[in-house]
């Protein structure tokens, strides 16, 4: 039997399917309050917060490997902080799910 598989580029989320996600990990509202709360200070320390992480993450040889030129490792950089800061903005609608997506 073949299975079906959605490339990820368009699979579009339905509100149900989204709320079946957040019960998944026990997102509630409480959360969103929680993240948007984070929002200000993730804007003022980002870059530190992406810096110390990438520096840890580029100790390991395997990931070194990986983020092995410049480029690559200022794209994910910056689709990290991008992330940082949608995630703490407290939307989580279509623009959240496709950059989550499609990062």
């Keep these: 039997m073949e299975e ?5 580029n368009d699979l579009n989320l339905s ?5 079946i996600r957040k019960d998944y990990v026990d997102f509630t ?3 969103v309050v929680l ?5 200000g200070l993730i804007h003022q320390h980002a870059d530190a917060i992406i810096s110390k ?8 040889d395997k990931t070194r490997a990986f983020l092995s ?4 490792v200022k794209k994910v950089r910056r ?4 992330y940082l800061l949608m995630l703490t903005g407290g939307e989580y609608d279509d623009e959240y799910y496709t950059a989550c997506i499609t990062g």
């Design 35 to 39: 993240l948007k709360e984070l929002n």
């Design 69 to 72: 030129d410049e480029e690559t």
């Design 29 to 31: 509202g409480r959360d």
């Design 53 to 60: 992480f990438y520096s840890h993450l580029l100790r390991f």
């Design 4 to 8: 079906h598989i959605v490339p990820i």
């Design 79 to 82: 689709t990290q902080r991008e």
């Design 15 to 19: 509100e149900k399917e989204r709320q």
